[in-house]
């Protein structure tokens, strides 16, 4: 299957993300966490958007197009992919489609979970990630076994550099500005899931499951 994850930040598509390209057996790509990488790098795209991301700034179009094509376009792609965060923009949504025609291929479904504004404040405040391998938390809704310590490779949690409150009130403001558009693009495509990202994680994966006509338990 060929999807996308939409949403607003916090709403869950990582979370939800790691569990259903696992169950569906698809690539999970995700913009935020390629640039994440390339910072940690220290690489030229890494240089490129750093500055954009510490302010909850989109990176500009021309850059997450190109790294996004270059990832669809590898050979584990071929029978579907998991897309986090991208597209962000009607470009992009725009270039998506464009790539994909080229290749006689479509999108089967977009997934857009959604969460009110006051709720996503709590996630994003209270989120910690895994230094070493990016799984992520949260102190009260989805706390690791050990305070501070991740359940899987044991290493410290730390705080995204963007989830500071400025930069969350920033990147909210921008997700309504550019991203929010394509929930229309996408409904009068035929392609939009409506999720109702208020109930708990495992509930959230059992909805998007039905959503895609799946029997999840
Ligand atoms: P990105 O990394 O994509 O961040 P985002 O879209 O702001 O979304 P988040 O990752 O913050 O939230 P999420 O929906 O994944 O939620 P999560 O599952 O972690 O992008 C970062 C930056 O990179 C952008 O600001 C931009 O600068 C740049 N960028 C990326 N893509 C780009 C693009 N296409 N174009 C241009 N620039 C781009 O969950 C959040 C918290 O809530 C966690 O603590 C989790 O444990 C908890 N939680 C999850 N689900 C539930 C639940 N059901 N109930 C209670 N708590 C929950
Ligand atoms: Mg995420
Ligand atoms: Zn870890």
Same mark, same amino acid.
């Given at each position: 299957?060929?999807?996308?994850?939409?949403?607003?930040?916090?709403?869950?598509?990582?979370?939800?993300?790691?569990?259903?390209?696992?169950?569906?057996?698809?690539?999970?790509?995700?913009?935020?966490?390629?640039?994440?990488?390339?910072?940690?790098?220290?690489?030229?795209?890494?240089?490129?958007?750093?500055?954009?991301?510490?302010?909850?700034?989109?990176?500009?179009?021309?850059?997450?197009?190109?790294?996004?094509?270059?990832?669809?376009?590898?050979?584990?792609?071929?029978?579907?992919?998991?897309? !986090?965060?991208?597209?962000?923009?009607? =470009?992009?949504? $725009?270039? &998506?489609?464009?790539?994909?025609?080229? +290749? @006689?291929? #479509?999108?089967?479904?977009?997934? !857009?979970?959604?969460?009110?504004?006051? =709720?996503?404040? $709590?996630? &994003?405040?209270?989120?910690?990630?895994? +230094? @070493?391998? #990016?799984?992520?938390?949260?102190?009260?809704?989805?706390?690791?076994?050990?305070?501070?310590?991740?359940?899987?490779?044991?290493?410290?949690?730390?705080?995204?550099?963007?989830?500071?409150?400025?930069?969350?009130?920033?990147?909210?403001?921008?997700?309504?500005?550019?991203?929010?558009?394509?929930?229309?693009?996408?409904?009068?495509?035929?392609?939009?899931?409506?999720?109702?990202?208020?109930?708990?994680?495992?509930?959230?994966?059992?909805?998007?499951?039905?959503?895609?006509?799946?029997?999840?338990?």
């Amino acid at each position: 299957m060929r999807l996308v994850l939409l949403g607003p930040p916090g709403a869950g598509k990582g979370t939800q993300a790691r569990e259903i390209s696992q169950r569906l057996a698809i690539p999970h790509i995700s913009t935020g966490d390629m640039f994440r990488e390339a910072i940690k790098g220290g690489t030229p795209l890494g240089r490129q958007a750093e500055a954009y991301i510490k302010d909850g700034r989109l990176v500009p179009d021309e850059v997450t197009i190109g790294l996004v094509q270059e990832r669809l376009a590898r050979p584990d792609c071929r029978d579907g992919f998991l897309l !986090d965060g991208f597209p962000r923009t009607v =470009a992009q949504a $725009e270039a &998506l489609d464009a790539w994909l025609a080229g +290749r @006689q291929e #479509g999108l089967d479904a977009v997934i !857009d979970i959604e969460v009110p504004r006051d =709720a996503l404040l $709590e996630r &994003l405040t209270g989120r910690r990630v895994c +230094r @070493q391998c #990016g799984a992520t938390y949260h102190v009260r809704y989805n706390p690791p076994a050990v305070e501070g310590k991740c359940d899987i490779c044991g290493q410290d949690l730390v705080q995204r550099a963007d989830d500071t409150e400025a930069t969350v009130s920033r990147r909210l403001d921008v997700y309504t500005g550019q991203t929010a558009p394509l929930i229309n693009y996408y409904r009068q495509r035929s392609l939009l899931k409506e999720i109702d990202g208020r109930q708990d994680i495992p509930a959230v994966t059992l909805a998007i499951g039905r959503a895609l006509g799946r029997d999840w338990q």
